[in-house]
C-alpha cells in the first residue's frame, strides 16, 4: 500500500515516528521469535500481572470513599416524642448497641483473631499469603476464603458498592476498599467497628446485643467457651447457629478453640478442658423496645421517610425530633387501661372457648385448621385433603397454638381533642409484640349502633326535633326483588307506644332508628356521615346504614363524633406538630387543619343534647353509675350483630376518645350477651381513662358544652342546599383533594391536591373478618362507640359458628320474607351487609345543612386540657412560622373494590 502512495508521502512515511515505532515493533517480534517459544510463554505470563494491576486502576474510582468507617456509631435514630418532651419511639436501622473496644471481653478479640485473619497486625488489608493459599486450596477443590478482617469489615460496610459475588472483580474492589480503611483508621479503631456491624440473627447487630441474645449478659462479661461460640457463627450464621444447630455450633467453637491455641492464646491444658464441655446458651430475643404508641410510630414511619427523603435527611441516622400531639399521660392511661380490659376479656374468651366449644368436631375449628398454612403444605405436598385435615386435627399442640391465635382478644382505642384536632393517644392492639396490626387506622369493622347519630343528625337538619315522636312498632322496610327487612331490638318486643326521637338514640331502640331513616334516606345519611369523618370507607347507602352494617375505622368514628363535640364543625385529625434536627433547630412547623361546616349549629346542638341522654340514662349509664364521671358528657355504645364487635364513644369539650374490642376473625366472639355488648366490652377502656384523665386534671370536669345560636337563617338555607364535597387530610394537617365544604376560619386553609373520590360500594364478604384499611397518615380519626342493646339490623347468611358453652345470644333478628306483590319495591336490591342478589346502590352527595359555627370553647383553666410543648434533652426548640399541617391521608382509588366484614345479623 505504501509503495502506491506518492514519493512524498513515502518520504514523510519514513522519517516519521509512526514508521519508527513499527520498526521497533517488529524487531521486537522477530528477536522474541528467534529464541524460541519458551520466551514467548514468559512475556504472556508477565503481561497477566501487568493487565492485572491496569484493571485494579482501573477499578479504583469505582470502589466506596471512605470517609468515616464508623459512622454507625455516630448514627442517631430519629426521635418521635410526645408533646411534653417525652420519647414515644425511635427510628433504628437496626438493632445495634454499640460499644468500645475496651468493653469488649479480651477473650472476644482473641478468638477473632486466631481464626478470622491471625497476621492481622502485620498486614496492611492484605494478607497475600493467605489470599495465595486460598486460591490454591480452592482450585484443588477445596473452597477456602481468603479475606482478612477488614477486607470483611469493606464487604460489610458497603454490600451495595463491593457486591457480593465470587468473582474477580468484587474481590479487587474488596482489596481496594480494605487498604484505604487500613490507610485511614488503626487497628483497633478497625477491630472495634468490625466487631459492632457484624450481624449475628435474630435482629441482634455487633457483639454488645450478640452477648445479650445468646447468654443474656454484656459482651464485657462474655467468657472463652461464649466468645468461641459467638466467633464461631462468623463463618456462617445460619449454619452454626446455636439455637438451632447446637452440634455444629459447638464443633465449629471447638474449632475455634484450636486456633486459640495454635496461635499462642489458650493453652493445651485448657483447649483440653474447654473443648469437653457442652454448649450452654441462655437464648432471649433481642426485641427493640417498642415504646408506649408502637402503633403510632408504626403508622408514620412512611410518611416520616417520604419527608426525610423530601428533606434531605435520612429518618434513620440524622438524629431528627419529631414532635407529636400525643399527650403522654393519657397514653399512659390509655395502655393501662386497654391491658386491664382486655386482660378481662381474654378470661372471658377462655372459658367460652374451652375443650367444648373448640374441639376436632367443631365446623368452625375445622374451618380454621383448612384456612392455615401447615394445611396448604400438607396438601401441596401430595397428601389428600381430608388426611391432612385428620392429622392436623390430631396434633394437639397445633390445635391449641390455632386456639390461642383465633381466640386471643383484641382492641384499639383513640382520643383526639376536638377543638383541635389533635390526637392525644393512641393504641393499636393490646401487645404491639403478639399483634403488630393496628386496630385504629388500619382495621374496619362494622361500628353498630354507634352509627346511628348520622340518622338522627340527618333528621335534625331535615327539621325534626328530639322531641318529635315515633311509635314503637315493628318495622318491615321493602328491598325490593319480593324481599323486606325487619329490624328487631334485642330482648324487647315493640311497646307500640310512641317514643321521642331523643329517647329512641338514648336507648338505641332499632325501630326507631329504622323508621327515622325511612323518613331522611340512606343516601343523606351517608353524605352527612362522610361529612363529619367518615371520609375514608366506603359506605353503601341502604336501609340497614341506619344501624351501622358498612365497616369503617375507630380513627373515622372518632373525628366524627369529634365533629358532633365541636357543634357540627370537622376538623381533621392531625398528629406530627413539628420537626427537628437533632440541634433542635425547627426544620418544618405544621399548623392544624383548617376546621370545615359539616352540619349547622342547630341540629348539631340537638344531637349532641341527645347523646347526653345515652349517658344519662341510656346504654352508656354505667359511665355516671360505675364510673363517677359527673362531668358534661355525651357518647353512644354500639354492638354489631352476635356480639361480635363491641364499641364506646365518649365525648367532652375537651377530649373525645373511643374504644372497640372484637377478634381479629370475625367468626369468633365472646359467646356471651352481657361481656358481648359494647356497654361492657368497651366502655370500661373509654370509662377509665376519663376518670384517670380528670383526676389527674388532664382535662377540666368543670368544661361544659356550650350551645350557641344560629346567627342567619339565610346562611342556613344557603347552606342547605350546597353539595357536600368532602376534602382529605393527611397527618400533615394538607389537604388532598381540591374542593370542599365552606370552611370555618382557621390558621391556615390547607393546600389542595389533586381529588380523592369515594370507591363504589360493593357486597361485603360473607365470611365477617377484620378487612386492612388503607395505609393514610393519621387524619381521620375515628371513634368506636359500642352499644349494649342494640346491634345492626342486615340481613347474613348463615354461617358456621361453635357450639354453644353460654345461652346463644338473644341478638336482634332480621327477617327476610316475601313482600305482598303489590308492595313497592323503593328500596335498594341489597345493602353491603346483605347477602341478596342486587347491586348495592350508592346515593348521591345531598346537600348539608350549614351555618355558622359558633367558635371552640377555650380550656377551662390555666392547667386543665391544656398540653404544654417542652424541649427534648436533645435540642432547643427554635419558632419559627407555622406551616401546612402534617398529615398525609389518601382515599382509596375510584372504583377499588371494598372488603368489608359480613353482616351484621
Known amino acids: 500500500m505504501i509503495a502506491s502512495l506518492p514519493a512524498s508521502l513515502r518520504a514523510w512515511w519514513a522519517r516519521g515516528p509512526l514508521s519508527s515505532a513499527a520498526r521497533r515493533t517488529g524487531a521486537a517480534l522477530r528477536w522474541i521469535a528467534a529464541r524460541g517459544p519458551a520466551r514467548m510463554l514468559l512475556w504472556a505470563l508477565a503481561a497477566v500481572p501487568a493487565a492485572l494491576v491496569v484493571y485494579t486502576l482501573l477499578l479504583w474510582p469505582f470502589t466506596p470513599a471512605i470517609s468515616d468507617i464508623r459512622k454507625a456509631k455516630t448514627e442517631q435514630p430519629a426521635q418521635l416524642v410526645s408533646a411534653d418532651g417525652r420519647l414515644l419511639a425511635e427510628y433504628r436501622w437496626v438493632n445495634r448497641e454499640w460499644v468500645a473496644l475496651e468493653d469488649i471481653a479480651p477473650s472476644v478479640v482473641d478468638a477473632l483473631i486466631a481464626t478470622e485473619d491471625h497476621r492481622f497486625y502485620d498486614h496492611f488489608g492484605l494478607d497475600w499469603r493467605r489470599t495465595a493459599s486460598a486460591l490454591i486450596r480452592t482450585l484443588g477443590g477445596d473452597k477456602q476464603g481468603g479475606s482478612t478482617i477488614t477486607q470483611q469489615l469493606a464487604r460489610n460496610l458497603y454490600p451495595e458498592d463491593i457486591g457480593r459475588a465470587p468473582t474477580l472483580t468484587r474481590k479487587l474492589k474488596e482489596a481496594i476498599t480494605a487498604f484505604k480503611i487500613e490507610v485511614l483508621y488503626s487497628k483497633d479503631e478497625i477491630l472495634e467497628t468490625y466487631l459492632n456491624t457484624v450481624p449475628f440473627l435474630y435482629n441482634a447487630y455487633g457483639i454488645e446485643m450478640a452477648a ?11 467468657t472463652v467457651l461464649e466468645s468461641a461460640t459467638l466467633i464461631g457463627m462468623l463463618k456462617g450464621t445460619s449454619y452454626y447457629n446455636p439455637v438451632l444447630n447446637p452440634e455444629r455450633a459447638q464443633e465449629r467453637r471447638n474449632v475455634v478453640l484450636a486456633q486459640m491455641e495454635k496461635r499462642g492464646k489458650l493453652s493445651p491444658q485448657d483447649f483440653q478442658t474447654l473443648s469437653k464441655r457442652p454448649l450452654r446458651i441462655r437464648f432471649e430475643r433481642q426485641v427493640e423496645t417498642a415504646g408506649p404508641a408502637p402503633h403510632l410510630a408504626q403508622q408514620l414511619r412512611k410518611q416520616l421517610i417520604d419527608w426525610a427523603d423530601r428533606n434531605g435527611y435520612s429518618l434513620y441516622a440524622d438524629g431528627l425530633v419529631i414532635r407529636t400531639t400525643i399527650d403522654f399521660r393519657l397514653q399512659t392511661f390509655a395502655n393501662q387501661a386497654v391491658a386491664r380490659q382486655g386482660r378481662q376479656l381474654q378470661s372471658v374468651a377462655d372459658g367460652a372457648w374451652g375443650p367444648r366449644a373448640w374441639n376436632a368436631k367443631s365446623p368452625l375449628v375445622q374451618s380454621f385448621v383448612r384456612e392455615t398454612p401447615q394445611y396448604a403444605a400438607a396438601v401441596a405436598k401430595g397428601a389428600p385433603p381430608e388426611e391432612a385435615l385428620k392429622d392436623l386435627l390430631d396434633d394437639a399442640d397445633f390445635l391449641r397454638k390455632l386456639r390461642q391465635e383465633k381466640t386471643r382478644v383484641q382492641a384499639g382505642f383513640l382520643a383526639m381533642d376536638p377543638r383541635t384536632g389533635q390526637i392525644r393517644a393512641w393504641v393499636g392492639s393490646r401487645d404491639f409484640a403478639q399483634d403488630p396490626f393496628d386496630h385504629v387506622q388500619a382495621a374496619r369493622r362494622q361500628p353498630g349502633s354507634t352509627f346511628k347519630p348520622f340518622v338522627y343528625g340527618a333528621a335534625f337538619a331535615n327539621g325534626s326535633k328530639p322531641t318529635d315522636t315515633l311509635i314503637d312498632q315493628a318495622v318491615e322496610i321493602p328491598l325490593g326483588g319480593g324481599r323486606v327487612w325487619r329490624p328487631t331490638d334485642e330482648g324487647a318486643a315493640p311497646s307500640g307506644e310512641p317514643m321521642t326521637l331523643a329517647d329512641g338514640l338514648a336507648f338505641s331502640k332499632n325501630t326507631i332508628t329504622a323508621q327515622l331513616m325511612q323518613q331522611v334516606g340512606p343516601e343523606r345519611v351517608a353524605a352527612l356521615a362522610r361529612a363529619m369523618g367518615v371520609r375514608e370507607s366506603p359506605l353503601d347507602a341502604v336501609p340497614s346504614l341506619a344501624l351501622g352494617t358498612s365497616a369503617v375505622t375507630l380513627k373515622e368514628m372518632v373525628a366524627a363524633y369529634g365533629t358532633i363535640a365541636e357543634a357540627g364543625r370537622y376538623i381533621a385529625p392531625t398528629v406530627i406538630t413539628r420537626i427537628e434536627d437533632k440541634d433542635g433547630k425547627v426544620l418544618e412547623d405544621f399548623a392544624p387543619a383548617a376546621p370545615e361546616r359539616a352540619l349547622a349549629a342547630g341540629p348539631a346542638q340537638m344531637l349532641r343534647d341527645a347523646l347526653r341522654g345515652v349517658v344519662d340514662k341510656g346504654t352508656g349509664a354505667a359511665i355516671r353509675s360505675r364510673y363517677g364521671i359527673t362531668a358534661d358528657v355525651a357518647g353512644k355504645t354500639g354492638t354489631t350483630q352476635d356480639n361480635t364487635d363491641g364499641w364506646f364513644l365518649l365525648m367532652h369539650p375537651q377530649l373525645v376518645a373511643g374504644a372497640w374490642a372484637g377478634f381479629n376473625d370475625g367468626r369468633v366472639t365472646l359467646r356471651s350477651d352481657y361481656w358481648g355488648q359494647g356497654a361492657h366490652s368497651a366502655l370500661p377502656m373509654v370509662g377509665d381513662v376519663f376518670q384517670q384523665a380528670l383526676r389527674a386534671r388532664v382535662i377540666d370536669a368543670r368544661e361544659k358544652f356550650v350551645d350557641q345560636a344560629e346567627t342567619s337563617w339565610v346562611g342556613q338555607a344557603v347552606d342547605g342546599v350546597r353539595q357536600w364535597a368532602f376534602s382529605v387530610y393527611d397527618l400533615f394537617g394538607r389537604r388532598t383533594d381540591t374542593q370542599g365544604p365552606a370552611q370555618e376560619p382557621g390558621p391556615r386553609a390547607p393546600a389542595a391536591v389533586p381529588p380523592a373520590s369515594t370507591p363504589a360500594s360493593v357486597p361485603a364478604d360473607i365470611r365477617p373478618e377484620i378487612t386492612e384499611a388503607p395505609l393514610v397518615p393519621l387524619q381521620n380519626a375515628t371513634p368506636w362507640a359500642t352499644e349494649g342493646a342494640d346491634a345492626p339490623s342486615a340481613p347474613a347468611s348463615p354461617q358456621p359458628s ?28 341489597t345493602g353491603s351487609v346483605q347477602p341478596q342478589s342486587g347491586s348495592p ?27 404544654v410543648s417542652t424541649p427534648v434533652q436533645r435540642g432547643v426548640v427554635v419558632s419559627t412560622p407555622g406551616n401546612a399541617p402534617f398529615v398525609v391521608e389518601t382515599a382509596p382509588p375510584p372504583g377499588q373494590a371494598s372488603q368489608n366484614p359480613a353482616p351484621a345479623r
Open 802 to 829: 361453635p357450639q354453644q358453652t353460654s345461652p346463644q345470644p338473644s341478638s336482634p333478628q332480621y327477617d327476610i320474607v316475601p313482600a305482598p306483590s303489590s308492595a313497592p319495591g323503593t328500596g335498594p336490591a
Open 212 to 222: 445479650r441474645t445468646y447468654f443474656d449478659k454484656s459482651a464485657d462479661k462474655l
Open 841 to 867: 346502590t350508592q346515593g348521591p352527595v345531598s346537600g348539608a345543612v350549614a351555618g355558622p359555627s359558633p367558635q371552640p370553647g377555650a380550656p377551662g383553666g390555666a392547667v386543665p386540657g391544656v398540653v
